[in-house]
């Protein structure tokens, strides 16, 4: 395992040569979204200026090509997290993955006395498709709680966890492998094989949008049936989502979207379907953003993501004592970098992280202030808000120390 | 020369967030109790409105108290109105909540003198994001003023 | 207004320099996706690589760049149909837009005795989503008949359409204002007045992915209450759609889509949802993409898209008669250019669609062979396939010709 | 020095084209009938097998006719399948059919001397989209024997 050259990685990004404000752009916002490498620009240009067409259907050369480039990427997604790529579907965004699995699985195959059990720790992306759902299906919704205090602060109550899927009425479970806000490591194989144990037919979906992008991904090892997540935080472009899974349990889903592509006969009285993944991609996908999707793809294998990680926690060892050092700084979540990613939030005494948000922003330094779309989780926390520096492969150690100086800059404006 | 975060954070706002005026959980006697919430951002605002009807047919603002959890814009904001607001006329207080809505959306300063420390804001309108804040305490004022018309005494609204 | 120069016009297209198997490249497969300006591509760039940031959350310079950046395009699109931008929301695709009708109008506001209207001509995105949500809600869906011969062929049988909707029974009316395999205008105020008075409560929506890239639209003039349409048929990239409708019907419609950005506040025991366009753009939504579509709305509006209609007539002056010259050659749909597009399927006697396109490939002309996303249309042509070019604002006259060369290159392989 | 489009288009094919062999609509007595339809292209086959059973053990392919829509490739290489499977135990033709697939997914030549003239079609399997076509034919036989061997008359197939 190489480890990574930030020098030479934030030579990649073009938008880290910014300015704002008059000072040097520092981005700790990739949980939000990541920054782009020239290479994934430069794969859809060069896809727009070669080889765009429609895919699928055409018999031209460029139709041809364009196929070619948008299957290639499916394979490249489908490796690069251990996927069947018939099970790797292309969806618009992390949020359509978990839609698709509400209406056409959890509605389906789960009932009256069927538990679809969640975290309070989810994003809304995986909180509210369930929650649309429900009413119709009938399931109960039950949530693990997570410890508000102490030592396993912001890590699920497994004592709540092992109690509900002792009713053995478990029948889906869904999980994030790691919070977008606290950073949190979920233990999802382990959780995923008592869930299983307790009731052989659970089907298990695991939230990657923040685990994929900054952690080597094993879907079989994840001992996941369903894995969702984002292009756009995985250096990738914006459009484009994944959801991958087992391609027997997408055979017995009914289709979502309809429209072309996922058909395979229609007459004006029904329609017959495609076969996976293609039963899942109405219309015309998000072609650009696939070739984009893969070209980001190889980008981190190229790094290696053993190394992606090695980096983050790297710059964890750096940046939770650093913040804690300050006063009146409260870190949210856990304290060891093994335990967690590079998603931080905290808490300023007597600030409001809108204000810090706002001020840093002066400073150069662009964090997130808010619920993060976890709300549930962040009034956990004791708040309706908190501010949240997130960092990624092209971030430094210098850049940690612009973040307290930031903080320490925002604490003086507020008391002089 | 004034930076536009010099704008924002305009010493009186600061001073109204360091000092607030009439910040208060409880009004005894009170006759509207309002709960305000700008989820987008997390600022949570309560606000109690005593009216004085000593003239019926001009009741006016008594006394109005605030506390919440948000930003220093919004907790300010809401400390200027309170002090803009107590002892106008009910329609007054309305009418000048108005005026200080199109100060913030950038059309135009109309009763500078009544907004009183409220003209400070002016700056946050170049903030797009933060605008919502400095209007949350006059939205919950207004609320409550409607709310007391339309002979209630407990409102929560979610600002979307 | 002024007339469009081609040559100009195909300097802005990268991808027009191409060669296909050693000619050059004859792009005549507009309909299925158009080719993309330089401008496009540079706009997307452009915001990736100075203001790429996650939207309307985030208190930082980035996000509040990219913020402005998103509903900037939302605003053109808007003015670019005349439509309110509160009614503009941003999907993945057209397909998506019909989807999120289907799912959240059609479900709800149409039952047992009501009768979904539809047309013979429509692309498989405006007929399988009706048909999924059909089966539980319970409406009729009927079909105005294609005239299939004759002098009219092509067009919608409008007596059949006057007898359907005389029951006052048509709740929901979809219509495409163009085919995108016989080209055919449709008069839809006309046919949507018609449907109002005979049931005030109607709604009236409209397939623009054909119409919107190729004529002048204004949305109150269709007297449509939605047009769904897409991106990359316009010179904008992939994985971007549009659901444009009155604002009054999206706020009574309950959301499709659930996750972040579409909601106003989640607890663990339910949701409240954002004001429209947002209750309907659940997650992050194609940022890059909606640049891109505004960057090709502003390049349509500079050409104006008088312009753009009026060069479309002339080629079609040029190419209906050139395709009629060739012995064997049969043109489907109307024969006037002003009552048609520039989508244009024929038949050669003898000679199957894939082949043609497989032999004209091979002389640089791509053009598409099949059904078009439209089996029924296509099968009332009398086959399971056509063969069709279509054109846009960077086709020239010399590829008229290139197309009628290549016909015929076409027939002497099979005949040799 | 042959084109790609030779190798599509190789006279063998063209001339199965345009003089098909055992192409007919009836086909009378026979004992299974199937339809199959590749949706994404619009071709469609029509396949009639008469079966031949005086070794009962062994039964062979007494007659097979063709008919459909579609483009050169689908119907040339379903005559030439007709070609090479007449008068070949069930067993025989179906592994025959297997050699073909194989041959078409570019995972080598196998039976070469058996499948006659399609062995021409090896150049089909460079151009992705028009191997379903190819095999079209060749799907349309195998389904019609297993059709006879679940002792069905009449079996129609839609590939995705
Ligand atoms: C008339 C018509 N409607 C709808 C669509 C669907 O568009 P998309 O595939 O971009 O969703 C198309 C394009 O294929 C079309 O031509
Ligand atoms: C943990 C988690 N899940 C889901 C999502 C939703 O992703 P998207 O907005 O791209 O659909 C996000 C990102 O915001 C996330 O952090």
């Known amino acids: 395992m190489d480890a990574l050259d930030v020098e030479t990685v934030r030579k990649d990004f073009p938008i880290l040569e910014r300015q704002v404000h008059g000072r040097p752009l520092v981005y700790l916002d990739s949980a939000a979204t990541s920054q782009k490498p020239q290479a994934v ?14 895919v699928h259907r055409g018999v031209h050369a460029l139709a041809e090509e364009a196929t070619e480039a948008y299957e290639n990427a499916r394979g490249k997604v489908a490796r690069f997290i251990r996927a069947d790529p018939r099970g790797v579907v292309f969806t618009k965004n992390a ?7 509400a209406y056409s699985l959890a509605a389906n195959r789960l009932g009256d006395g069927d538990i679809l059990l969640s975290t309070q720790m989810e994003h809304h992306a995986n909180l509210v498709p369930w929650q649309l759902v429900q009413p119709r299906a009938g399931f109960e919704i039950r949530y693990i709680p997570v410890i508000a205090l102490g030592p396993d602060a912001g890590t699920l109550d497994l004592d709540a966890f092992d109690e509900i899927v002792a009713t053995g009425r478990v029948k889906l479970f869904t999980v994030t492998a790691m919070s977008n806000v606290v950073g ?13 144990a307790a009731n052989s037919e659970a089907v298990v979906v695991v939230d990657g949008a923040q685990s994929v992008p ?4 094993d879907l079989l090892a994840l001992e996941a049936d369903f894995l969702c997540f984002s292009g756009h935080k995985m250096l990738g472009p914006t459009g484009i989502g994944v ?17 072309g592509e996922m058909i395979a006969n229609v007459t004006l009285e029904g329609t017959t379907f495609n076969e996976v993944p293609y039963k899942f991609e109405a219309g015309t996908p998000p072609i650009a953003e696939a070739v984009g999707l893969g070209a980001a793809v190889d980008y981190l294998s190229a790094l290696g993501m053993e190394s992606v990680r090695a980096h983050e926690v790297a710059l964890l060892e750096h940046v939770l004592p650093a913040l804690n050092s300050v006063e009146g700084v409260t870190v949210h979540g856990p304290t060891d970098p093994s335990g967690r990613g590079a998603a931080v939030s905290f808490a300023v005494e007597g600030l409001h992280p809108h204000d810090i948000g706002t001020i840093m922003d002066r400073e150069g330094v662009a964090v997130r202030a808010g619920h993060h779309c976890a709300k549930p989780l ?25 973040l307290i100086d930031a903080i320490e800059a925002t604490k003086r404006f507020f008391v002089r | 020369m004034s930076s536009p975060l010099d704008d924002l954070y305009q010493e009186i706002i600061l001073d109204h967030y360091r000092k607030p005026r009439h910040r208060a959980g409880e009004l005894e006697p009170h006759d509207v109790h309002v709960h305000h919430a700008n989820p987008l951002c997390g600022d949570e605002l309560d606000l109690r409105l005593r009216v004085d009807s000593t003239d019926p047919a001009a009741p006016r603002v008594g006394a109005v108290v605030y506390d919440g959890d948000g930003c220093s814009i919004s907790m300010a904001s809401a400390s200027a109105m309170t002090e803009a607001v107590t002892g106008r006329e009910l329609a007054d207080a309305d009418d000048l909540g108005e005026a200080f809505r199109l100060m913030m959306h950038g059309e135009g300063l109309k009763r500078e003198d009544d907004l009183l420390d409220g003209v400070a804001f002016q700056g946050v309108a170049k903030f797009p994001v933060r605008v919502k ?26 600002h979307e």
Chains 1, 3 share one sequence.
């Open chain 1, 378 to 402: 962040v009034r956990l926390l004791g708040s309706a808000a908190t501010t949240r520096a997130s960092f990624y492969v092209y971030n430094s150690v210098d850049e940690v120390q612009a």
């Open chain 1, 214 to 217: 900054h952690l080597p991904t």
């Open chain 1, 95 to 101: 949020t359509e993955a978990f839609n698709v699995l």
């Open chain 1, 243 to 259: 959801l991958a899974g087992k391609p027997e349990l997408l055979d017995d889903m009914p289709p979502f979207l309809g429209g």
């Open chain 2, 133 to 158: 804040c400095a209007l949350l305490g006059w939205m919950a004022l207004k609320d409550a003023i409607g709310t007391y018309r339309d002979g209630n005494q407990e409102h929560r609204v979610t």
């Open chain 1, 41 to 54: 620009l430069d794969a859809m240009d060069r896809y727009y200026e070669q080889s765009n067409a429609n």
């Open chain 1, 184 to 196: 949190t490591i979920n233990p999802v194989a382990d959780l995923a094989a008592r869930v299983r």
